[in-house]
T-cell receptor, first 111, second 113 residues
Framework: NAGVTQTPKFRILKIGQSMTLQCTQD?????MYWYRQDPGMGLKLIYY???????DKGEVPNGYNVSRSTTEDFPLRLELAAPSQTSVYFC??????????FGDGTRLSIL | DQQVKQNSPSLSVQEGRISILNCDYT??????FLWYKKYPAEGPTFLIS?????DKNEDGRFTVFLNKSAKHLSLHIVPSQPGDSAVYFC????????????FGKGTKLTVNP
């Protein structure tokens, strides 16, 4: 029972590079989410999706893109990495109006 | 501006005693509140929730109290155990849905044996 799986667990990027953070869930949840957590802060919502083909912005979407082609997968794309995007990224999924289940995070450093 | 505030960054209690973690919110449209627990290098894990139509919800050792007039909620853990040592996040959402959660900064609880 894997739940929400995020890859990679750690990554170091150079300024201006691009990368995709992967997230997959095996619970058949309709809803999926991306959050970032900066040191000493709470989680902030970047993007979310209520189903395949449907995505919407959260509180801090600038500098990121998402897509949702399947129920299981919700990748997060950084096109031009900036130092301000150094953070821990969490993916989550849920049924509508149910608590969200989180992955273990991707720790991303941009130097 | 923080819509969900956890004003105590840390709390230390003795094993067997009660732990009380507090959370305040400013947005009167919030109607669903959750507590998540987080261990280092892991994702947050759902602990307990409460809807604004209730003022109390219990699940084993965990009880959440909601005071809507004061825009305040609290999580009580009785009795506290060393395995409860973690960071606890309060989160809130509005309009009856669980998406678009707004999180507090968290309170680090340490339960001493």
């Amino acid at each position: 029972n894997a739940g929400v799986t995020q890859t990679p667990k750690f990554r170091i990027l150079k300024i201006g590079q691009s990368m995709t953070l992967q997230c997959t869930q095996d619970m058949n949840h309709n809803y999926m989410y991306w959050y970032r957590q900066d040191p000493g802060m709470g989680l902030k919502l970047i993007y979310y999706s209520v189903g395949a083909g449907i995505t919407d912005k959260g509180e801090v979407p600038n500098g990121y893109n998402v897509s949702r082609s399947t129920t299981e997968d919700f990748p997060l794309r950084l096109e031009l990495a900036a130092p301000s995007q150094t953070s821990v990224y969490f993916c989550a999924s849920s049924y509508p109006s149910e608590p969200q289940h989180f992955g273990d995070g991707t720790r991303l450093s941009i130097l | 501006d923080q819509q969900v505030k956890q004003n105590s960054p840390s709390l230390s209690v003795q094993e067997g005693r009660i732990s009380i973690l507090n959370c305040d919110y400013t947005n009167s449209m919030f109607d669903y509140f959750l507590w998540y627990k987080k261990y280092p290098a892991e994702g947050p894990t759902f602990l307990i929730s409460i809807s604004s139509i209730k003022d109390k919800n219990e699940d084993g050792r965990f009880t959440v109290f909601l005071n809507k007039s004061a825009k305040h909620l609290s999580l009580h853990i009785v009795p506290s155990q060393p395995g409860d040592s973690a960071v606890y996040f309060c989160a809130a959402s509005g309009e009856g849905g669980s998406e678009k959660l707004v999180f507090g900064k968290g309170t680090k609880l340490t339960v001493n044996p």
